[in-house]
């Protein structure tokens, strides 16, 4: 069973930034962290979990983004250290959520494609 766990969470500014990181260990379906597609999402207060960004396996040539996060986010992966990166530049109070990492077997934006989860890491955007 793969382990996600998720850090870097914390209060900043609008106009601020932050880096979250997620480490990784054991596997999931059978795969190890390099040949899994790691995801970062997010639920905000009442409403549902979305897609944020996306990371293709191994070489990590294929990335994905929300519209609402392109060009502020970069989703980035150090297969040697299992672990996945969010560095997250510009923030809005809309980017207020909980963040959560996840793995699974596409590059794809769909949350039910992911089949191992993090526990999430809060991200509050205020002044």
């Known amino acids: 069973q793969e382990q996600l766990a998720e850090s870097g969470g914390g209060l900043v500014q609008p106009g601020g930034s932050l880096r979250l990181s997620c480490a990784a260990s054991?596997?999931?379906?059978?795969?190890?962290?390099?040949?899994?597609?790691m995801g970062w999402f997010r639920q905000a207060p009442g409403k549902e979990r979305e897609f944020v960004a996306a990371?293709?396996?191994?070489?990590?040539?294929?990335?994905l983004y929300a519209d609402s996060v392109k060009g502020r986010f970069t989703i980035s992966r150090d297969n040697a250290r299992n672990t996945l990166y969010l560095q997250m530049n510009n923030l809005k109070a809309e980017d207020t959520a909980v963040y959560y990492c996840?793995?699974?077997?596409?590059?794809?934006?769909?949350?039910?494609?992911?089949?191992?989860w993090g526990q999430g890491t809060q991200v509050t955007v205020s002044s």
């Open positions: 054991g596997r999931s379906s059978g795969r190890t962290f390099g040949f899994s597609t």
């Open positions: 996840a793995s699974g077997p596409l590059t794809v934006t769909t949350a039910s494609t992911y089949d191992a």
């Open positions: 990371i293709g396996a191994w070489s990590s040539s294929t990335t």
